[in-house]
């Protein structure tokens, strides 16, 4: 099972970039990397998905090194609204389970 | 159009009763999935389906079942509810079984006493 692992917490003020790592040391030749935002009461939400080096849309950033058992989303200049929970994913193509989340890391921005 | 929708948005239920939990998506995707979410577990997969007429257990399948009759509507039934089962339930929808880009409805808050 390519579970992740990710920091329990972060604080950030507003303005700087957050990095956020996760590692995954299982992960399989075909999972892709996913990573979800999640604010109270809601579900979560896509953010980035990437398979190898370096993948940037309007949103973040997200950094896979070449032996992809780990990768870091890269939040630039944070503001309070980006104040949620960070999910790291790895799919899981076979077996009986399925698109394992970590507990995530809970982000919080400070004005 | 609605994405994905969840029903009742939350509930309390006596311990031993039996309670479905609707989720509808109107955007044709194939695969749809049903977490649980409690507090310092994050999210765990209970069941999923890749596709209508089949079926799969994810991490944490005992006590629910599921059923996917059309593409469009994944019930999720606790056929006797116990206290335990105290979460909040999220379901999902991606378009193929492989597309990790899940969409997540608004969540069901379930009490069990």
């Known amino acids: 099972l390519a579970k992740t692992t990710q920091p329990i917490s972060m604080d950030s003020y507003e303005g700087q970039e957050v990095n956020i790592t996760c590692s995954h040391n299982n992960i399989a030749t075909n999972d892709y990397i996913t990573w979800y935002q999640q604010f109270p009461s809601q579900g979560p939400r896509f953010i980035i998905q990437?398979?190898?080096t370096k993948v940037t849309n309007e949103v973040a950033s997200l950094f896979i090194p070449a032996d992809r058992k780990s990768s870091t989303l890269s939040l630039p200049r944070v503001s309070l609204s980006d104040t949620a929970v960070y999910y790291c994913?790895?799919?899981?193509?076979?077996?009986?389970?399925?698109?394992?989340f970590g507990t995530g890391t809970r982000l919080k921005v400070l004005a | 159009i609605a994405g994905i929708t969840q029903a009742p948005t939350s509930q309390i239920l006596a311990a031993g009763r039996r309670m479905t939990l609707r989720c509808t998506q109107d955007m044709r995707h194939n695969a749809m999935y049903w977490y649980r979410q409690d507090l310092g577990l994050g999210l765990r997969l209970i069941h999923y389906?890749?596709?209508?007429?089949?079926?799969g257990k994810g991490e944490v399948p005992d006590g629910y079942s599921v059923s996917r009759a059309n593409t469009d509507d994944f019930p999720l039934t606790l056929a006797s509810a116990v206290p335990s089962q105290t979460s909040v339930y999220f379901c999902?929808?991606?378009?193929?079984?492989?597309?990790?880009?899940?969409?997540f409805g608004p969540g069901t808050r379930l009490t069990v006493l």
């Open positions: 389906s890749n596709t209508a007429g089949t079926t």
């Open positions: 999902a929808s991606s378009e193929t079984s492989i597309d990790n880009e899940q969409f």
């Open positions: 990437g398979y190898k």
């Open positions: 994913l790895v799919g899981v193509t076979s077996g009986t389970y399925k698109y394992i």
